[in-house]
Each structure stands twice: as structure tokens, then as C-alpha cells.
């Protein structure tokens, strides 16, 4: 699905737009039709055409299904099309973590999950001579002050016990100090969409389908299971997979145990003498993450990633600056040539749910969670899906199961924390005043929910001076939405539904529109 994603007025930034997509821009010519009619019948309907959704059609279809994708948008043009795409099983400081609350063994099967969707990456993209600009680089998790060594050191050893061939740095290629690193080579970063239209081209030559512009609003898990459409088209599949990166139907209860949240992203380029020669990552100063990619005339595109904030709680302008200041500071021969923002979910456990959709499922399932890491994440739960579906169960199944009933105790504070702030934002943000007057303020190129007649309404003026106003209830659970003003998208802090200035849903897991309101003005 597209997402506006550019602040609005002079920018020293660029333009706001996922140089993903920009190069390799969605064409007429490439649309796949949309779902139509009620006679289509699949082994699996694969909803959401992302790198979670795309992996596991291709690893089904291989496997013998036939396989329906629907895809509310255009495929590899949402979350996956705004990534930053990097492809390591090194994931900040999870293992430490991992052994910690999962143990030695559950830290293993996660680094031997990861580490094979790495690999899968790369024998993939042989196969099918993917034009994707892959390329090997270490990984890095850093940290810049002293007192951070330890957790270093605990991670590094933590990752090896794992099995990872991790190891502990103080020199790496930035052009700053670091004080400590874990480092892990032999990692991927790639063109996620040139990779993913690859992918869904060989899906569709060997036999699948793939319907883009087809949202899905039903769920019915009979036998078979059906699948219903905004437009009225019905899929009936014996098994159905919900990949919409935060999932689109409540029934599982997934949104106690998910928390949204969204990362700016500037890019521009370097001369190549000055290309970091790897990924990096750290958790301070709201997260900074580096990596480089090809570009042309001698130069490399650098990616910078940080600010990491919940939907619409945030001035989003003021830390597109904060993040190209620090970029600029630490690489002063960049020049900016685009923005934009991505948008994860954190599962409260750390480790991504991918298994049967609910306690009571039999043939539905879902992939959600990857907490940043959806490259590696999306590959796995491909792969593991497929082969839960064909009965048989992996190794790091539990581990990765939504069911598990582990993480109970321990979820117990972050599980508190997220529901805490979702009722803050429930009850708290209904208080707010508004009228006639309040609606007369509102400045062209602003929005604000503002009540009106007893009812809050979030309006927008164009820069044209007209008002445009919807229902501030997000359509998912009924939280009140923000305004996101950098990139002029109303945003539920709740649960990171989004919608564009009209009300029309920008991203899940909302699927039906604000409604529209008259206020005047």
C-alpha cells in the first residue's frame, strides 16, 4: 500500500520518496487484476504482498499449492517497500536477551533460523538471476559509550553460544568512534522490491496468482476456509495465510501483544572511498542504523535510519531534521536526495509470532512481530509456514508459535506498559476541546481533531485553505488518530493504523475508511 511519506514545505532532504520505489517504480503494465467474482478457489490465500506474504506464496508454490495472493495495494510497495533491507540474523542485542528468557536453546534455534533465511536470500536470488544489487557485508551493533561494553560482550559471547561466528570489535568502518561492537560477516543487503517483483514473476510462471488493489475484509474459517473482499469477491482456500504485517482481523487478540512503531529514513549519496563497508546498528539516541548501497558516477547511496516513535505522537518534521543533522555531522561529503518513514512491530516477547493464527485455528495462520527485522524475519516465516501447512514442524516452531504459552509471566510488564499507553490514548485524547473556532484556526497544510458537535473530527486544510473533515475514530478499535504533518497522514497511536488526508486506509490494520464529515470552514 502507498504511503505519503515527505514533509510538507522546503526540505534540505530530498524528496519524499522510497528510492526503493523510485527505482523500481510500479507501471501500469505490471498490475496484477484484482480479485473478481466468487468462483476462485486456492489451496492458500496469502493476504498481503510483502516480503512475508511473497516468501511464502513462492516457498508454497514450489512446494506443489496453488496459491492466491491478495494485496491491498500494489505488492513490495508497503512496509517492505520502505525498509531499510538489510539481511542479517544479527539483530541488535537479541541473543543476551534470548538467553536470558528463552535459554541457550532457544537462542540457538532463533540464530539458526535467521542465519538460514539469510542464506535462503542469496541461493534464491541465484536461481532466478535476481537483479537486486546483493551484496555481502558484515553486520554491526554498536555502541558509543564506555559503559556499553558490557552488554557487548555479553551479546557477543551470548551469539556465539548460539552458533553465530559473532565476534567483538572496536574498529569498524565509520567514520566515528565507536567504543564496542558485535560484528558478523557474511550478511546480505539488496534491493528488497527488484528482489520481490523477481520473485513474484517466477510465482505467477509456475502457476500462482497474485491480485493486487484487492483488500480483504472477511474472514470465514470454514471448510474450506472463504475469503471476502471490500468489492465483493469471495476466494474459498483450504488453508489461508495473514501476512498484512500487522494483522487485519482481531479474533487472535494480537494487538495486546504488538506495539507499533515508526523509524525516518534519509538517504543520499557518498564517494564510494567513503562507504562504510558494512550495517550497522544502535540503539541510542532512538536508534541509528547505516548501511550503504550501488548507485552511480562513482558514489554510494547512504541509508540512515533512526527516531524511532509511536504513530502519531510525534513532530515528525523536527526529527526528519534531527536525524539529517546527525547524518550530515558524521558524513559531511553527503548529499541528500530522499526521505521517508517506515512503520514495525514489536512483538512484547521480542520474538516474531508466526504459527497458527489463534489457539483454535486449523488452517489459518499468520507472520507478524519481526520487530525491524523483517528481511530475515519475512524469509523464515516463509519458509516455516510452508512447512506447517504440508505437516511438518520444524525445529523453532514453538518458538515462533502466537500460541506459546511461555512468554505469559514474563510479557506480564511490557504487555502492562503497551496497554497502559493504549488507554492513555483511548481515554485521554477524547478530552481534548474543539468547535467552530477551533476549526477556523486550523492553518492550510495542518490537520487537528477538533469536536464538533459532540462528535471529534479530524480536519485537514489543503493549501488551498479547504477544509476537509473525517471521523477521528480509527476504524480499527475506535482509538482517536493524530495528524502526522511531515507526511500529512492521520496515524493511530494505538495501533498504527494510518489514512491519508480523505479518511482511505494508507495501512493496517484498519480496512475501512475514516468517515466523512461536514464541520464547514
Known amino acids: 500500500m502507498a504511503h505519503p511519506s515527505g514533509p510538507s514545505g522546503p526540505l534540505l532532504h530530498g524528496d519524499p520518496e522510497s528510492y526503493w ?12 487484476p484484482p480479485l473478481t467474482g466468487t468462483g476462485t478457489d486456492v489451496d492458500v490465500a496469502v493476504i498481503g504482498g510483502g516480503v512475508a506474504g511473497l516468501s511464502t506464496a513462492w516457498e508454497l508454490v514450489r512446494a506443489g499449492r496453488s496459491v492466491a495472493v491478495l494485496e491491498a495495494d500494489r505488492i513490495a510497495a508497503g512496509v517492505t517497500g520502505h525498509t531499510t533491507a538489510k539481511v542479517t540474523a544479527l539483530h541488535g542485542l537479541v541473543y543476551a536477551r534470548l538467553r536470558r528468557t528463552r535459554g541457550p536453546e532457544g537462542a540457538r534455534l532463533y540464530a539458526r533460523s535467521q542465519g538460514e533465511a539469510v542464506e535462503r536470500v542469496a541461493e534464491v536470488a541465484a536461481l532466478l538471476e535476481a537483479d537486486c544489487e546483493l551484496e555481502r557485508r558484515p553486520a554491526f551493533t554498536y555502541v558509543t559509550r564506555p559503559e556499553g561494553r558490557g552488554e557487548v560482550r555479553e551479546e557477543v559471547n551470548a551469539a556465539a553460544q548460539a552458533g553465530l561466528d559473532a565476534t567483538y570489535v572496536e574498529r569498524t568502518g565509520l567514520p566515528y568512534r565507536v567504543e564496542a561492537a558485535v560484528r558478523l560477516d557474511d550478511q546480505l543487503q539488496f534491493h528488497p522490491r527488484k528482489y520481490l517483483l523477481a520473485l513474484a514473476r517466477d510465482l505467477v510462471a509456475r502457476g500462482g496468482a497474485i491480485h493486487e488493489h484487492t483488500r480483504v475484509t472477511g474472514l470465514d474459517e470454514g471448510t474450506p476456509c472463504r475469503v471476502t473482499t471490500a468489492d465483493g469477491a469471495v476466494l474459498t482456500a483450504r488453508d489461508v495465510v495473514v501476512a498484512t504485517h500487522y494483522p487485519v482481523f482481531d479474533r487472535a487478540l494480537l494487538f495486546a501483544r504488538l506495539s507499533p512503531r515508526r523509524e525516518l529514513v534519509v538517504t543520499g549519496t557518498v564517494p564510494a572511498d567513503q562507504d562504510p563497508g558494512g550495517m550497522y546498528i544502535t540503539s541510542e539516541g532512538g536508534t541509528r542504523s547505516v548501511r550503504s548501497a550501488p548507485h552511480e558516477d562513482g558514489r554510494r547511496l547512504l541509508i540512515v535510519t533512526g527516531e524511532s516513535f509511536k504513530p502519531g505522537t510525534a513532530d515528525v518534521a523536527a526529527r526528519f531534521e534531527r ?42 495462520w499468520v507472520a507478524t512481530g519481526f520487530g525491524g527485522w523483517g528481511m530475515s524475519g519475512g524469509v523464515m516465516a516463509g519458509r516455516l509456514l510452508t512447512e506447517l501447512i504440508d505437516d511438518r514442524r520444524p525445529p523453532w516452531a514453538d518458538l515462533y508459535d502466537p500460541r506459546r504459552l511461555w512468554p505469559q509471566v514474563r510479557e506480564v510488564p511490557a504487555f502492562l506498559r503497551h496497554q497502559a499507553e493504549v488507554a492513555r490514548h483511548f481515554v485521554g485524547d477524547r478530552l481534548r476541546p474543539g468547535g467552530a473556532d477551533a476549526v477556523a484556526g486550523i492553518a492550510p497544510g495542518t490537520g487537528e481533531v477538533v469536536r464538533v458537535n459532540g462528535r471529534h473530527c479530524a480536519v485537514y486544510r489543503d493549501e488551498d485553505g479547504t477544509a476537509h473533515a473525517v471521523s477521528a475514530r480509527c476504524t480499527h478499535l475506535g482509538c482517536l488518530v493524530a495528524f502526522n504533518a511531515a507526511e500529512r497522514a492521520w496515524e493511530c497511536p494505538c495501533h498504527g493504523s494510518r489514512f491519508a488526508p480523505d479518511g482511505s486506509v494508507l495501512q493496517g490494520p484498519a480496512v475501512r475508511p475514516l468517515k466523512r464529515r461536514e464541520v464547514g470552514g
Not at 520505489?21 to 496484477?32: E, R
Not at 547524518?327 to 518513514?341: G, S
Open 21 to 32: 520505489l523510485s527505482t523500481a517504480p510500479a507501471s501500469p503494465d505490471s498490475a496484477y
Open 323 to 364: 536525524l539529517a543533522a546527525w547524518a550530515r555531522e558524521r558524513f559531511p561529503a553527503l548529499v541528500f536526495d530522499r526521505h521517508w518513514a517506515t512503520q514495525d512491530n514489536d512483538s512484547t516477547d521480542t520474538v516474531p509470532l508466526v504459527g497458527a493464527f489463534h489457539p483454535r485455528a486449523r488452517h489459518t
